[in-house]
């Protein structure tokens, strides 16, 4: 029987990530070596380049900037800030670009309100400009506070808000049916993070599995569902269920990450798909590239080969 290594793989990389040794190498010569593949620059002038260059190929955008897990109060608003010159920056440039974010990024670690407040500056904002914000999904311990900050958004009022499901949560399958009432704007995603067996599946045939079952009740719902994977036969799954299903192709998108099957993203789009590139930037891109380095060996043996080039 073929064993899996990819579980250990993901797990290695996963622990290794908050090794200050590791931590310290990687930020040194990351970008050098290869996290640019994977990052639109630390600026928001070169992340505009190429989120430029990204719609004028037929590609859809979101930006984030990168960070999470600020544990400071004038810190958390600073980035409120920034996210509000970005958000004016789109307009200005009229670029297809919406927000993808973390909650921890904008405090939550300093309390639920405190990150609910800032985020609802923000989803104002991007209201008033015609723009959308989606919420990422972190580690499984921040779930429950995450979806109740968006499911209080919405009772605001805001429909320019999403958020994100994990096919490696058993949880996922029953937090999606209480969310289907609101006809929620959910990305679909495998789950990025190292997770206990107690909490998600711990072999990828059962996550893999778990995601068609999500991306069935998502699409077949009232919401809007965005399938963000680089799985080809989940991506092609959809393209059939939704055809044989007749579920408008308004209904849905594709989204994958910037750096990751370009081919595959042009591809969809030149066949009438929307397809949205995950951009992000910013100086903080170490955990981005270290979750990034966990999806796929080959990323590590890519960062390698650079390093004796
Ligand atoms: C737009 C977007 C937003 C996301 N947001 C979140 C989030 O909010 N929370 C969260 O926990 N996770 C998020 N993720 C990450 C996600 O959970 C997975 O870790 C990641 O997408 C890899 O899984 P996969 O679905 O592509 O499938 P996999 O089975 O891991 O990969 C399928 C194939 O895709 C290619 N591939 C996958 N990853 C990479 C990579 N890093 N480099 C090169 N090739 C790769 C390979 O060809 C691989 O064989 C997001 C992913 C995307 C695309």
Avoid at 109 to 118: I, K, M, Q
Avoid at 208 to 230: C, F, I
């Amino acid at each position: 029987m073929a064993v899996d290594l990819n579980p250990m793989f993901r797990s290695l990389i996963l622990s290794a990530t908050q090794n200050r040794a590791v931590a310290g190498l990687v930020r040194k010569h990351g970008m050098r070596l290869g996290a640019a593949r994977f990052v639109a620059g630390e600026t928001l002038d070169e992340a505009v380049e190429v989120l430029r260059r990204l719609n004028q190929q037929g590609l859809y955008t979101n930006t984030t900037l990168l960070g999470e897990g600020v544990r400071d109060r004038d810190q958390a608003r600073a980035v409120v800030e920034e996210y509000l010159e970005i958000l004016d920056r789109i307009h200005a440039e009229n670029l297809k670009t919406n927000i993808a974010l973390k909650l921890t990024h904008l405090g939550l670690d300093l309390g639920e309100d405190f990150a609910c407040d800032n985020l609802r500056v923000l989803l104002e904002r991007a209201r008033e400009l015609g723009n959308f914000i989606r919420i990422d999904m972190e580690e499984s311990a921040r779930v429950d506070a995450t979806l109740r900050i968006y499911r209080r958004l919405r009772e605001q009022g805001f429909d320019n808000v999403g958020t994100v499901l994990q096919a490696y949560l058993y949880r996922s399958e029953e937090d999606l049916r209480s969310l289907l009432p609101l006809a929620p704007n959910l990305r679909l995603v495998k789950g990025a993070y190292l997770e206990p067996p107690s909490v998600a599946f711990p072999k990828k045939a059962d996550v893999d599995r778990n995601y068609l079952r999500l991306a069935e009740l998502s699409l077949t719902g009232p919401g809007y569902t965005a399938v963000a994977t680089h799985d080809e036969r989940i991506i092609d799954w959809v393209i059939n269920f939704t055809e044989q299903k007749g579920i408008g192709r308004d209904r849905f998108e594709f989204q994958m990450l910037y750096g990751v099957r370009s081919d595959l993203q042009l591809d969809l789009a030149r066949r009438g798909y929307k397809v949205l590139t995950a951009t992000p930037f910013g100086k903080e891109w170490y955990f981005y590239l270290m979750r990034r380095l966990a999806e796929r060996p080959a990323n590590v043996l890519f960062i390698l080969r650079n390093l004796f080039k």
